[in-house]
Protein backbone atom coordinates (compact mmCIF):
# COMPACT_ATOMS: atom_id res chain seq x y z
CA UNK A 1 0.00 0.00 0.00
CA UNK A 2 2.76 2.74 0.91
CA UNK A 3 4.41 1.67 -2.01
CA UNK A 4 1.06 2.87 -4.15
CA UNK A 5 0.95 5.90 -2.30
CA UNK A 6 4.61 6.48 -2.91
CA UNK A 7 3.61 6.06 -6.83
CA UNK A 8 0.35 8.22 -6.63
CA UNK A 9 2.42 11.32 -4.43
CA UNK A 10 5.04 11.41 -7.35
CA UNK A 11 2.39 12.65 -10.44
CA UNK A 12 4.12 15.64 -11.56
CA UNK A 13 2.89 19.07 -12.64
CA UNK A 14 4.97 20.60 -14.51
CA UNK A 15 5.29 23.55 -17.31
CA UNK A 16 4.22 20.79 -20.53
CA UNK A 17 7.73 20.84 -23.44
CA UNK A 18 7.06 19.17 -26.62
CA UNK A 19 9.38 18.77 -29.58
CA UNK A 20 8.44 19.10 -33.11
CA UNK A 21 6.23 15.76 -33.87
CA UNK A 22 4.63 16.82 -29.94
CA UNK A 23 6.33 14.50 -28.22
CA UNK A 24 7.88 15.39 -24.66
CA UNK A 25 11.76 15.53 -24.08
CA UNK A 26 12.81 12.31 -22.00
CA UNK A 27 13.30 12.92 -18.05
CA UNK A 28 14.97 11.16 -16.00
CA UNK A 29 13.91 10.48 -12.02
CA UNK A 30 15.46 11.66 -8.78
CA UNK A 31 14.26 10.72 -5.88
CA UNK A 32 14.85 12.13 -2.31
CA UNK A 33 13.87 12.50 1.49
CA UNK A 34 12.27 15.43 3.63
CA UNK A 35 13.64 15.44 7.27
CA UNK A 36 12.57 17.97 10.23
CA UNK A 37 14.78 19.62 12.37
CA UNK A 38 14.45 16.95 14.75
CA UNK A 39 15.40 14.00 11.98
CA UNK A 40 11.84 12.68 11.87
CA UNK A 41 10.08 12.72 8.60
CA UNK A 42 8.64 15.38 7.00
CA UNK A 43 5.14 14.17 5.60
CA UNK A 44 3.04 16.38 3.50
CA UNK A 45 5.82 19.00 2.60
CA UNK A 46 5.57 20.51 -0.75
CA UNK A 47 8.85 19.88 -2.82
CA UNK A 48 9.01 22.11 -6.00
CA UNK A 49 12.34 21.53 -8.53
CA UNK A 50 12.89 24.67 -10.79
CA UNK A 51 15.18 25.14 -13.75
CA UNK A 52 18.74 26.88 -12.60
CA UNK A 53 19.26 29.59 -15.65
CA UNK A 54 19.08 32.58 -14.53
CA UNK A 55 16.62 34.95 -12.26
CA UNK A 56 13.78 36.01 -13.94
CA UNK A 57 13.85 34.23 -17.31
CA UNK A 58 10.56 32.80 -18.21
CA UNK A 59 9.74 28.77 -19.57
CA UNK A 60 12.14 27.24 -17.22
CA UNK A 61 10.78 24.09 -16.32
CA UNK A 62 9.18 23.02 -12.87
CA UNK A 63 8.29 20.12 -11.60
CA UNK A 64 5.99 19.44 -7.93
CA UNK A 65 5.29 16.60 -5.66
CA UNK A 66 4.36 15.91 -2.47
CA UNK A 67 6.28 13.65 0.28
CA UNK A 68 4.63 10.38 1.46
CA UNK A 69 4.37 9.54 4.92
CA UNK A 70 8.05 8.54 5.08
CA UNK A 71 9.02 11.47 3.50
CA UNK A 72 10.04 10.29 0.47
CA UNK A 73 9.55 12.05 -2.54
CA UNK A 74 10.13 11.77 -6.30
CA UNK A 75 10.64 13.59 -9.28
CA UNK A 76 10.76 12.97 -13.05
CA UNK A 77 13.28 15.87 -14.27
CA UNK A 78 14.31 16.80 -17.76
CA UNK A 79 17.91 15.23 -18.82
CA UNK A 80 21.23 16.86 -18.65
CA UNK A 81 19.09 20.16 -16.79
CA UNK A 82 20.07 21.16 -13.47
CA UNK A 83 17.43 22.26 -11.01
CA UNK A 84 17.13 24.10 -7.76
CA UNK A 85 14.98 21.79 -5.54
CA UNK A 86 13.91 22.78 -1.92
CA UNK A 87 10.64 21.79 0.26
CA UNK A 88 8.41 24.22 2.11
CA UNK A 89 5.11 23.62 4.00
CA UNK A 90 2.27 23.08 2.71
CA UNK A 91 -0.36 26.48 2.16
CA UNK A 92 -2.12 27.28 5.10
CA UNK A 93 -0.33 25.83 7.66
CA UNK A 94 0.19 28.06 10.34
CA UNK A 95 4.19 27.87 10.72
CA UNK A 96 6.75 29.28 8.62
CA UNK A 97 8.32 26.00 7.28
CA UNK A 98 11.29 25.50 4.26
CA UNK A 99 14.23 23.17 3.81
CA UNK A 100 17.24 25.08 4.87
CA UNK A 101 18.53 25.78 1.56
CA UNK A 102 17.93 25.06 -1.67
CA UNK A 103 20.00 21.88 -3.74
CA UNK A 104 20.87 20.61 -7.12
CA UNK A 105 19.68 17.86 -8.93
CA UNK A 106 20.60 15.75 -10.38
CA UNK A 107 23.90 16.95 -9.55
CA UNK A 108 23.75 16.22 -5.83
CA UNK A 109 22.00 12.29 -6.86
CA UNK A 110 20.09 10.97 -3.52
CA UNK A 111 18.17 14.30 -2.27
CA UNK A 112 18.25 15.15 1.22
CA UNK A 113 15.81 17.87 2.24
CA UNK A 114 15.95 19.59 5.83
CA UNK A 115 13.55 21.37 7.28
CA UNK A 116 13.88 24.67 9.00
CA UNK A 117 11.43 26.37 11.36
CA UNK A 118 11.19 30.20 10.36
CA UNK A 119 9.61 33.23 12.37
CA UNK A 120 7.20 35.05 10.98
CA UNK A 121 8.82 38.44 9.40
CA UNK A 122 7.69 41.83 9.74
CA UNK A 123 5.49 42.79 7.11
CA UNK A 124 7.67 46.50 5.70
CA UNK A 125 11.28 47.14 5.66
CA UNK A 126 12.45 50.50 6.32
CA UNK A 127 14.94 52.40 3.65
CA UNK A 128 17.23 54.50 5.75
CA UNK A 129 19.90 57.28 3.74
CA UNK A 130 17.91 58.02 0.81
CA UNK A 131 16.21 60.70 0.04
CA UNK A 132 12.54 61.43 -0.43
CA UNK A 133 13.18 62.22 -3.94
CA UNK A 134 14.94 59.75 -5.45
CA UNK A 135 12.69 57.24 -3.62
CA UNK A 136 9.49 58.38 -5.29
CA UNK A 137 7.98 55.95 -7.80
CA UNK A 138 11.21 53.39 -6.92
CA UNK A 139 10.89 49.92 -7.53
CA UNK A 140 11.51 46.87 -5.44
CA UNK A 141 12.28 43.30 -6.02
CA UNK A 142 13.47 40.15 -4.46
CA UNK A 143 15.93 37.88 -6.13
CA UNK A 144 16.87 34.31 -5.30
CA UNK A 145 19.37 33.69 -7.76
CA UNK A 146 19.25 29.75 -6.15
CA UNK A 147 15.49 29.59 -7.48
CA UNK A 148 15.90 31.44 -10.14
CA UNK A 149 13.20 33.65 -9.30
CA UNK A 150 12.62 37.47 -8.80
CA UNK A 151 9.54 38.72 -6.87
CA UNK A 152 7.85 42.07 -7.49
CA UNK A 153 7.74 44.17 -3.77
CA UNK A 154 5.44 47.06 -3.10
CA UNK A 155 7.25 49.67 -2.27
CA UNK A 156 5.92 52.60 -0.57
CA UNK A 157 8.05 55.47 -0.23
CA UNK A 158 10.66 54.79 2.36
CA UNK A 159 8.89 51.02 3.46
CA UNK A 160 9.09 48.32 1.21
CA UNK A 161 6.23 45.13 2.37
CA UNK A 162 7.96 41.79 2.77
CA UNK A 163 6.58 38.46 2.07
CA UNK A 164 5.96 35.86 5.18
CA UNK A 165 8.93 33.83 4.43
CA UNK A 166 12.19 35.29 2.92
CA UNK A 167 14.30 32.66 1.51
CA UNK A 168 18.09 32.59 2.78
CA UNK A 169 20.34 34.25 0.58
CA UNK A 170 17.83 36.24 -1.06
CA UNK A 171 18.60 40.42 -2.65
CA UNK A 172 16.61 43.21 -1.93
CA UNK A 173 17.08 45.57 -5.33
CA UNK A 174 15.55 48.76 -5.11
CA UNK A 175 16.08 50.70 -8.35
CA UNK A 176 14.58 54.68 -9.07
CA UNK A 177 12.06 55.18 -11.57
CA UNK A 178 14.93 55.12 -14.11
CA UNK A 179 16.33 51.90 -13.87
CA UNK A 180 19.44 53.06 -12.07
CA UNK A 181 20.05 51.07 -8.94
CA UNK A 182 19.68 52.38 -5.38
CA UNK A 183 20.25 49.80 -3.46
CA UNK A 184 21.11 45.73 -3.18
CA UNK A 185 21.01 44.19 0.50
CA UNK A 186 20.98 40.43 1.97
CA UNK A 187 17.74 39.15 3.28
CA UNK A 188 17.03 38.09 6.20
CA UNK A 189 18.08 40.98 8.22
CA UNK A 190 19.98 38.97 10.76
CA UNK A 191 20.09 42.20 12.75
CA UNK A 192 16.46 42.06 12.66
CA UNK A 193 15.58 45.35 13.37
CA UNK A 194 14.46 45.46 9.81
CA UNK A 195 15.99 49.18 8.45
CA UNK A 196 18.55 48.96 5.91
CA UNK A 197 20.69 51.89 4.30
CA UNK A 198 23.49 52.23 1.60
CA UNK A 199 26.76 52.13 1.92
CA UNK A 200 29.10 55.59 1.81
CA UNK A 201 28.85 57.60 -0.89
CA UNK A 202 31.33 56.21 -3.61
CA UNK A 203 31.76 58.71 -6.34
CA UNK A 204 34.13 58.02 -9.20
CA UNK A 205 34.89 59.29 -12.65
CA UNK A 206 35.15 56.18 -15.11
CA UNK A 207 37.01 57.26 -18.60
CA UNK A 208 36.61 54.66 -21.66
CA UNK A 209 39.70 54.71 -24.07
CA UNK A 210 40.59 52.92 -27.38
CA UNK A 211 43.74 51.06 -26.80
CA UNK A 212 46.42 50.88 -28.10
CA UNK A 213 45.61 54.38 -29.05
CA UNK A 214 43.85 56.36 -26.01
CA UNK A 215 41.17 57.94 -28.15
CA UNK A 216 38.02 58.33 -25.80
CA UNK A 217 35.01 56.31 -26.72
CA UNK A 218 31.83 58.44 -26.15
CA UNK A 219 27.97 57.09 -25.86
CA UNK A 220 29.36 53.78 -23.65
CA UNK A 221 27.15 52.36 -21.64
CA UNK A 222 28.44 52.06 -18.26
CA UNK A 223 26.73 48.92 -16.73
CA UNK A 224 26.66 46.86 -13.37
CA UNK A 225 26.41 43.51 -12.97
CA UNK A 226 25.92 42.57 -9.17
CA UNK A 227 27.97 39.54 -8.19
CA UNK A 228 25.26 37.98 -6.48
CA UNK A 229 22.99 38.13 -9.43
CA UNK A 230 25.74 36.39 -11.38
CA UNK A 231 24.95 38.74 -14.26
CA UNK A 232 20.92 37.66 -14.42
CA UNK A 233 20.57 41.44 -14.16
CA UNK A 234 22.32 44.49 -15.50
CA UNK A 235 21.68 47.96 -14.56
CA UNK A 236 22.87 51.02 -16.60
CA UNK A 237 24.80 53.78 -14.69
CA UNK A 238 25.42 56.19 -16.89
CA UNK A 239 27.07 56.92 -20.51
CA UNK A 240 30.26 58.44 -21.53
CA UNK A 241 30.21 62.17 -22.70
CA UNK A 242 32.62 63.43 -25.93
CA UNK A 243 35.55 62.54 -24.13
CA UNK A 244 34.88 59.20 -22.43
CA UNK A 245 33.91 59.64 -19.01
CA UNK A 246 31.09 59.41 -16.49
CA UNK A 247 30.51 59.78 -13.14
CA UNK A 248 28.91 57.64 -11.59
CA UNK A 249 27.89 56.31 -7.77
CA UNK A 250 28.76 52.63 -6.16
CA UNK A 251 27.37 53.39 -2.61
CA UNK A 252 24.43 50.95 -3.75
CA UNK A 253 27.54 48.20 -3.98
CA UNK A 254 28.44 48.39 -0.20
CA UNK A 255 24.79 47.97 1.54
CA UNK A 256 24.77 47.14 5.14
CA UNK A 257 22.11 46.82 7.73
CA UNK A 258 22.32 49.52 10.31
CA UNK A 259 25.04 51.08 8.20
CA UNK A 260 26.14 54.53 9.65
CA UNK A 261 28.04 55.87 6.25
CA UNK A 262 31.20 53.50 7.13
CA UNK A 263 32.50 52.09 4.18
CA UNK A 264 31.89 48.79 2.82
CA UNK A 265 33.63 45.65 1.28
CA UNK A 266 35.99 46.58 -1.71
CA UNK A 267 33.76 46.49 -4.82
CA UNK A 268 34.64 44.21 -7.79
CA UNK A 269 36.11 45.42 -11.02
CA UNK A 270 34.25 42.08 -13.30
CA UNK A 271 31.23 43.38 -11.67
CA UNK A 272 31.29 46.57 -13.51
CA UNK A 273 31.13 46.12 -17.98
CA UNK A 274 31.25 49.42 -20.57
CA UNK A 275 29.17 48.46 -23.29
CA UNK A 276 30.91 50.53 -26.02
CA UNK A 277 29.28 51.63 -29.59
CA UNK A 278 30.82 48.82 -32.28
CA UNK A 279 32.87 47.39 -30.04
CA UNK A 280 32.95 44.60 -27.71
CA UNK A 281 31.64 44.62 -23.98
CA UNK A 282 34.64 45.83 -22.22
CA UNK A 283 35.69 45.01 -18.15
CA UNK A 284 36.61 48.41 -16.04
CA UNK A 285 39.61 48.26 -13.81
CA UNK A 286 40.15 50.53 -10.48
CA UNK A 287 42.98 53.23 -10.91
CA UNK A 288 41.96 54.19 -7.14
CA UNK A 289 39.01 52.79 -4.77
CA UNK A 290 39.24 55.43 -2.22
CA UNK A 291 35.53 56.31 -1.54
CA UNK A 292 34.49 59.88 -2.01
CA UNK A 293 31.20 62.22 -1.77
CA UNK A 294 30.27 64.93 -4.04
CA UNK A 295 32.80 67.77 -2.36
CA UNK A 296 35.82 65.23 -2.79
CA UNK A 297 34.84 64.53 -6.25
CA UNK A 298 34.62 68.02 -7.46
CA UNK A 299 38.15 68.24 -6.11
CA UNK A 300 39.54 65.38 -7.79
CA UNK A 301 39.44 66.11 -11.17
CA UNK A 302 41.47 62.15 -12.38
CA UNK A 303 39.95 59.25 -13.75
CA UNK A 304 39.34 56.56 -10.88
CA UNK A 305 38.24 53.87 -13.07
CA UNK A 306 39.47 52.94 -17.02
CA UNK A 307 38.49 50.27 -19.65
CA UNK A 308 40.30 49.84 -22.28
CA UNK A 309 38.60 47.60 -25.07
CA UNK A 310 40.60 45.96 -27.45
CA UNK A 311 41.70 47.14 -30.57
CA UNK A 312 41.82 44.02 -32.01
CA UNK A 313 38.48 43.13 -31.29
CA UNK A 314 36.47 46.23 -32.67
CA UNK A 315 34.68 45.06 -35.88
CA UNK A 316 31.23 44.98 -36.00
CA UNK A 317 29.59 41.84 -36.55
CA UNK A 318 25.57 40.77 -37.33
CA UNK A 319 24.97 36.87 -36.14
CA UNK A 320 22.01 36.01 -37.43
CA UNK A 321 20.55 32.44 -35.27
CA UNK A 322 18.39 29.96 -37.23
CA UNK A 323 17.08 26.50 -36.70
CA UNK A 324 16.82 24.55 -40.23
CA UNK A 325 16.62 27.79 -41.55
CA UNK A 326 13.86 29.45 -39.66
CA UNK A 327 15.38 32.39 -37.09
CA UNK A 328 15.61 31.95 -33.34
CA UNK A 329 12.64 34.39 -32.38
CA UNK A 330 13.17 35.57 -28.64
CA UNK A 331 15.67 33.31 -27.94
CA UNK A 332 17.69 34.28 -24.87
CA UNK A 333 21.40 34.53 -25.33
CA UNK A 334 24.27 35.43 -23.24
CA UNK A 335 27.12 37.54 -23.94
CA UNK A 336 30.71 37.38 -22.38
CA UNK A 337 32.81 40.51 -21.39
CA UNK A 338 36.42 39.55 -22.04
CA UNK A 339 39.30 40.36 -20.03
CA UNK A 340 42.76 41.78 -21.51
CA UNK A 341 45.95 43.29 -20.68
CA UNK A 342 45.83 47.31 -19.59
CA UNK A 343 48.31 48.88 -22.29
CA UNK A 344 49.81 50.87 -19.03
CA UNK A 345 51.02 48.56 -17.16
CA UNK A 346 50.53 45.18 -19.15
CA UNK A 347 48.75 44.09 -16.31
CA UNK A 348 45.93 41.21 -16.40
CA UNK A 349 41.71 42.97 -15.86
CA UNK A 350 39.21 41.03 -14.51
CA UNK A 351 38.14 37.22 -16.05
CA UNK A 352 34.85 38.82 -17.60
CA UNK A 353 31.16 39.12 -16.99
CA UNK A 354 28.55 37.87 -19.05
CA UNK A 355 24.92 39.67 -19.89
CA UNK A 356 21.89 38.18 -21.82
CA UNK A 357 19.82 39.55 -24.11
CA UNK A 358 17.14 38.27 -26.09
CA UNK A 359 16.52 38.52 -30.17
CA UNK A 360 14.92 39.71 -32.24
CA UNK A 361 12.22 38.41 -35.04
CA UNK A 362 14.74 38.00 -37.48
CA UNK A 363 17.17 36.04 -35.09
CA UNK A 364 19.91 38.60 -35.50
CA UNK A 365 22.39 40.22 -32.64
CA UNK A 366 24.96 42.98 -33.61
CA UNK A 367 28.07 42.17 -31.91
CA UNK A 368 31.12 42.95 -32.05
CA UNK A 369 34.65 41.86 -30.59
CA UNK A 370 34.23 37.81 -31.30
CA UNK A 371 36.78 36.02 -33.15
CA UNK A 372 35.93 33.50 -35.55
CA UNK A 373 36.30 30.41 -34.52
CA UNK A 374 37.67 30.62 -31.23
CA UNK A 375 34.79 32.75 -29.63
CA UNK A 376 30.78 33.09 -29.73
CA UNK A 377 27.90 33.22 -27.66
CA UNK A 378 25.87 30.56 -25.31
CA UNK A 379 22.02 30.58 -26.28
CA UNK A 380 19.20 29.02 -23.35
CA UNK A 381 17.51 26.29 -24.92
CA UNK A 382 14.10 27.28 -23.72
CA UNK A 383 10.88 25.57 -24.18
CA UNK A 384 10.26 28.07 -27.68
CA UNK A 385 13.40 27.14 -28.54
CA UNK A 386 13.15 23.23 -28.54
CA UNK A 387 10.20 23.54 -30.25
CA UNK A 388 11.95 24.58 -33.68
CA UNK A 389 14.43 21.59 -33.17
CA UNK A 390 13.79 18.02 -34.64
CA UNK A 391 12.92 15.52 -32.91
CA UNK A 392 15.68 14.59 -30.53
CA UNK A 393 17.67 17.25 -31.66
CA UNK A 394 17.97 19.05 -27.95
CA UNK A 395 17.57 15.71 -26.09
CA UNK A 396 19.83 15.92 -22.76
CA UNK A 397 21.45 18.99 -23.55
CA UNK A 398 22.61 21.39 -21.12
CA UNK A 399 20.48 23.92 -20.76
CA UNK A 400 23.32 26.67 -22.12
CA UNK A 401 24.46 25.87 -25.81
CA UNK A 402 27.73 27.03 -26.34
CA UNK A 403 27.87 28.25 -30.12
CA UNK A 404 31.55 29.40 -31.48
CA UNK A 405 31.50 31.61 -34.60
CA UNK A 406 32.19 29.77 -37.80
CA UNK A 407 35.53 30.82 -39.34
CA UNK A 408 36.00 32.99 -42.75
CA UNK A 409 36.22 36.31 -41.34
CA UNK A 410 32.65 36.91 -42.72
CA UNK A 411 31.16 40.09 -41.25
CA UNK A 412 27.37 38.85 -40.72
CA UNK A 413 28.01 35.29 -39.78
CA UNK A 414 24.99 32.66 -39.98
CA UNK A 415 24.71 29.80 -37.33
CA UNK A 416 22.04 27.34 -38.28
CA UNK A 417 21.67 24.75 -34.99
CA UNK A 418 20.24 21.93 -37.46
CA UNK A 419 22.25 22.06 -40.76
CA UNK A 420 25.48 23.54 -38.96
CA UNK A 421 26.35 21.52 -35.78
CA UNK A 422 26.27 17.75 -35.07
CA UNK A 423 25.13 16.36 -31.97
CA UNK A 424 27.95 14.12 -30.07
CA UNK A 425 26.97 11.93 -27.69
CA UNK A 426 29.44 10.54 -25.07
CA UNK A 427 28.73 7.34 -23.03
CA UNK A 428 30.85 7.29 -20.20
CA UNK A 429 31.63 3.59 -18.83
CA UNK A 430 32.89 2.54 -15.44
CA UNK A 431 36.48 1.51 -14.74
CA UNK A 432 35.62 -1.47 -13.02
CA UNK A 433 33.11 -3.58 -15.08
CA UNK A 434 32.35 -0.64 -17.96
CA UNK A 435 29.00 -0.15 -16.52
CA UNK A 436 27.05 3.24 -17.23
CA UNK A 437 28.30 5.92 -15.14
CA UNK A 438 25.25 7.90 -14.03
CA UNK A 439 25.21 11.64 -12.53
CA UNK A 440 29.16 12.10 -13.87
CA UNK A 441 30.06 15.23 -13.96
CA UNK A 442 32.18 15.96 -17.23
CA UNK A 443 33.62 19.33 -17.83
CA UNK A 444 33.79 20.39 -22.01
CA UNK A 445 36.35 22.70 -23.01
CA UNK A 446 35.73 24.24 -26.54
CA UNK A 447 37.95 27.06 -26.38
CA UNK A 448 37.93 30.71 -26.92
CA UNK A 449 36.59 33.00 -24.30
CA UNK A 450 33.61 30.99 -22.98
CA UNK A 451 36.23 28.23 -22.09
CA UNK A 452 34.23 25.25 -20.50
CA UNK A 453 31.18 24.04 -19.61
CA UNK A 454 29.52 21.96 -16.95
CA UNK A 455 27.53 18.53 -18.55
CA UNK A 456 25.96 15.67 -16.24
CA UNK A 457 25.03 12.01 -17.66
CA UNK A 458 21.90 10.46 -17.30
CA UNK A 459 21.00 7.19 -16.32
CA UNK A 460 22.65 5.67 -19.25
CA UNK A 461 25.87 7.80 -18.81
CA UNK A 462 25.42 9.10 -21.86
CA UNK A 463 26.83 13.35 -22.04
CA UNK A 464 25.44 15.27 -24.91
CA UNK A 465 26.24 18.53 -26.78
CA UNK A 466 25.90 19.99 -30.40
CA UNK A 467 29.78 20.61 -32.11
CA UNK A 468 30.47 23.13 -35.45
CA UNK A 469 30.64 20.15 -38.33
CA UNK A 470 33.62 22.33 -39.61
CA UNK A 471 36.35 24.41 -37.02
CA UNK A 472 39.57 24.18 -36.43
CA UNK A 473 39.32 24.67 -32.84
CA UNK A 474 40.13 21.68 -30.53
CA UNK A 475 37.46 19.98 -28.72
CA UNK A 476 38.53 18.82 -25.26
CA UNK A 477 36.50 16.60 -22.72
CA UNK A 478 37.27 15.77 -18.99
CA UNK A 479 36.11 13.52 -16.35
CA UNK A 480 36.82 13.15 -13.18
CA UNK A 481 34.25 10.77 -10.81
CA UNK A 482 34.39 8.36 -8.26
CA UNK A 483 33.65 5.57 -10.97
CA UNK A 484 36.75 6.62 -13.18
CA UNK A 485 38.31 9.64 -14.75
CA UNK A 486 39.66 10.54 -18.52
CA UNK A 487 40.62 13.35 -20.27
CA UNK A 488 40.26 13.23 -24.09
CA UNK A 489 40.24 15.51 -27.77
CA UNK A 490 37.62 14.91 -30.31
CA UNK A 491 38.85 14.51 -33.70
CA UNK A 492 37.91 17.20 -35.82
CA UNK A 493 37.80 15.43 -38.93
CA UNK A 494 34.89 12.92 -36.94
CA UNK A 495 32.16 15.85 -36.86
CA UNK A 496 32.42 16.16 -40.75
CA UNK A 497 31.64 12.59 -41.54
CA UNK A 498 28.62 10.58 -41.19
CA UNK A 499 25.63 13.06 -42.75
CA UNK A 500 23.20 14.41 -40.08
CA UNK A 501 23.11 10.64 -37.54
CA UNK A 502 24.78 11.55 -33.95
CA UNK A 503 28.47 10.48 -33.50
CA UNK A 504 28.47 7.91 -30.64
CA UNK A 505 31.51 7.54 -29.03
CA UNK A 506 31.95 5.10 -25.71
CA UNK A 507 34.25 7.16 -23.46
CA UNK A 508 35.60 3.94 -20.75
CA UNK A 509 37.17 5.17 -17.57
CA UNK A 510 40.18 4.70 -15.69
CA UNK A 511 40.79 3.84 -12.47
CA UNK A 512 40.54 6.39 -9.53
CA UNK A 513 42.27 6.50 -6.48
CA UNK A 514 40.67 7.34 -3.44
CA UNK A 515 42.08 10.17 -0.62
CA UNK A 516 40.52 10.81 2.61
CA UNK A 517 41.04 14.05 3.79
CA UNK A 518 41.02 15.00 7.89
CA UNK A 519 40.78 18.39 8.54
CA UNK A 520 41.89 19.34 11.90
CA UNK A 521 39.79 22.06 13.01
CA UNK A 522 39.45 24.23 16.70
CA UNK A 523 37.15 22.15 19.70
CA UNK A 524 34.86 24.98 19.44
CA UNK A 525 34.11 25.39 15.98
CA UNK A 526 30.01 24.17 15.07
CA UNK A 527 30.94 20.81 13.53
CA UNK A 528 27.90 20.79 11.66
CA UNK A 529 29.52 24.16 9.30
CA UNK A 530 30.16 23.17 5.74
CA UNK A 531 33.48 22.56 4.82
CA UNK A 532 34.86 23.63 1.00
CA UNK A 533 37.67 21.39 -0.36
CA UNK A 534 39.13 21.97 -3.87
CA UNK A 535 42.12 19.88 -5.09
CA UNK A 536 44.87 21.01 -7.98
CA UNK A 537 48.24 19.61 -9.40
CA UNK A 538 51.28 20.97 -11.16
CA UNK A 539 53.28 18.15 -11.19
CA UNK A 540 53.16 14.27 -12.79
CA UNK A 541 55.71 11.71 -12.77
CA UNK A 542 55.46 10.70 -16.45
CA UNK A 543 57.14 10.54 -19.91
CA UNK A 544 56.53 14.13 -20.85
CA UNK A 545 55.65 13.21 -24.47
CA UNK A 546 53.05 11.74 -23.03
CA UNK A 547 51.48 15.25 -22.64
CA UNK A 548 50.54 15.68 -25.78
CA UNK A 549 47.40 14.02 -27.56
CA UNK A 550 47.89 10.21 -28.91
CA UNK A 551 46.21 8.23 -30.62
CA UNK A 552 44.46 5.07 -28.85
CA UNK A 553 42.88 1.89 -29.66
CA UNK A 554 39.66 2.69 -27.76
CA UNK A 555 39.45 6.26 -29.50
CA UNK A 556 38.80 3.89 -32.84
CA UNK A 557 36.01 2.75 -34.93
CA UNK A 558 36.80 0.55 -37.65
CA UNK A 559 39.33 2.99 -39.42
CA UNK A 560 37.76 5.95 -38.11
CA UNK A 561 39.89 7.82 -34.48
CA UNK A 562 37.17 9.38 -32.62
CA UNK A 563 39.05 10.39 -30.20
CA UNK A 564 42.55 11.30 -28.57
CA UNK A 565 44.19 10.50 -25.27
CA UNK A 566 45.45 14.05 -23.56
CA UNK A 567 48.99 13.05 -21.51
CA UNK A 568 49.29 13.87 -17.20
CA UNK A 569 49.42 17.32 -17.58
CA UNK A 570 45.78 17.39 -19.72
CA UNK A 571 44.88 16.68 -16.15
CA UNK A 572 46.03 19.67 -14.65
CA UNK A 573 44.04 22.65 -16.25
CA UNK A 574 40.76 20.29 -15.20
CA UNK A 575 41.89 19.35 -11.94
CA UNK A 576 42.45 22.98 -11.66
CA UNK A 577 38.87 24.26 -12.43
CA UNK A 578 37.35 20.70 -11.69
CA UNK A 579 34.86 20.50 -8.32
CA UNK A 580 36.44 17.60 -7.10
CA UNK A 581 35.24 18.11 -4.02
CA UNK A 582 31.73 20.03 -3.08
CA UNK A 583 30.92 20.44 0.76
CA UNK A 584 30.70 18.02 3.58
CA UNK A 585 29.40 18.55 7.27
CA UNK A 586 31.23 15.28 8.47
CA UNK A 587 34.74 14.85 10.27
CA UNK A 588 36.72 14.18 7.10
CA UNK A 589 35.84 14.08 3.20
CA UNK A 590 36.39 10.86 0.66
CA UNK A 591 37.90 12.41 -2.71
CA UNK A 592 38.94 10.47 -5.87
CA UNK A 593 41.90 11.24 -7.93
CA UNK A 594 43.28 10.08 -10.90
CA UNK A 595 45.61 7.10 -10.45
CA UNK A 596 48.64 8.92 -11.58
CA UNK A 597 51.88 9.24 -9.53
CA UNK A 598 51.92 12.92 -8.69
CA UNK A 599 52.11 15.81 -5.99
CA UNK A 600 48.62 17.56 -5.53
CA UNK A 601 47.57 20.79 -3.66
CA UNK A 602 44.75 19.96 -0.95
CA UNK A 603 42.57 23.29 0.22
CA UNK A 604 39.99 23.18 2.80
CA UNK A 605 37.61 26.35 4.21
CA UNK A 606 34.95 26.80 6.58
CA UNK A 607 32.91 30.11 7.77
CA UNK A 608 30.73 30.38 10.69
CA UNK A 609 29.19 33.98 11.75
CA UNK A 610 31.74 36.66 10.82
CA UNK A 611 35.00 34.52 11.05
CA UNK A 612 37.10 32.35 8.25
CA UNK A 613 39.17 29.26 8.55
CA UNK A 614 41.34 27.88 5.85
CA UNK A 615 43.89 25.57 5.46
CA UNK A 616 46.48 24.43 2.37
CA UNK A 617 48.73 21.75 2.04
CA UNK A 618 50.63 19.01 -0.19
CA UNK A 619 51.12 15.27 -1.06
CA UNK A 620 52.65 12.95 -3.09
CA UNK A 621 50.24 10.53 -4.20
CA UNK A 622 51.78 7.17 -6.04
CA UNK A 623 48.10 6.61 -7.81
CA UNK A 624 47.34 3.06 -5.78
CA UNK A 625 43.96 2.36 -6.05
CA UNK A 626 43.90 1.83 -2.44
CA UNK A 627 42.25 4.57 -0.14
CA UNK A 628 45.37 6.66 1.26
CA UNK A 629 44.81 9.77 4.34
CA UNK A 630 45.59 13.17 4.63
CA UNK A 631 45.50 15.52 7.77
CA UNK A 632 44.67 19.29 7.04
CA UNK A 633 45.09 21.70 9.42
CA UNK A 634 42.61 25.23 9.34
CA UNK A 635 43.91 28.24 10.63
CA UNK A 636 41.81 31.46 11.74
CA UNK A 637 42.26 34.16 8.82
Not at 254 to 273: I, K, N, R, S, W
Request: proline letters at 7%; a negative charge; charged letters at 25%.
Amino acid sequence: MSMLRATLLATILCIPLHTQDGTAPSRTRSSGIAKLADGKPWSGASIIARESVAAGVEGLDEARTTSDEDGRFALELLEGREYAVWAEAPAGEARVRCSTEAISAPRAGRLELVAADEPRRPSTLTVVGIDAERLAGARASLCEPALSRVQPLVCEGERIRLPARIPVRSLLVLQDRSGVPLLFADLPDDDEDHRVSPGAERWNRVRVLDAPGGRPIAGARILCLHEELQAEMEFELARTDAEGRAVIDLAFGFPTFDDDGADGEQYLAAQLVAVCPGRHLGLIAFESDEPRDAAALAADAGDHLLCHPPEPQSEQKRVVLLADGKPLAGALVKLQATAWNCPEDDSFVGSGQSILRRLGADGALELAGLLDGGDGIAVFLDANLRALLPKGRAEGLATWLELPLPGGGTDSPTIDLVRDLRRVEFRLLAAADKSPVEHATALFATGGHHGTKWLRSDRLGRVRTLLPRASATPFRMGVIDARGWRMVELVPAALAAGGDSALLVDLPLRACSPLRVVPKLPADLDRRESIWFSFSTDSFDGDPEAEQAQPVADGRRGDQQLFLELGPLATVSFASQFPLGGESAEASFLAHLPAIPARWSVSAMLSQGEEFWSGRGELELEGKLTEESFELELERQ
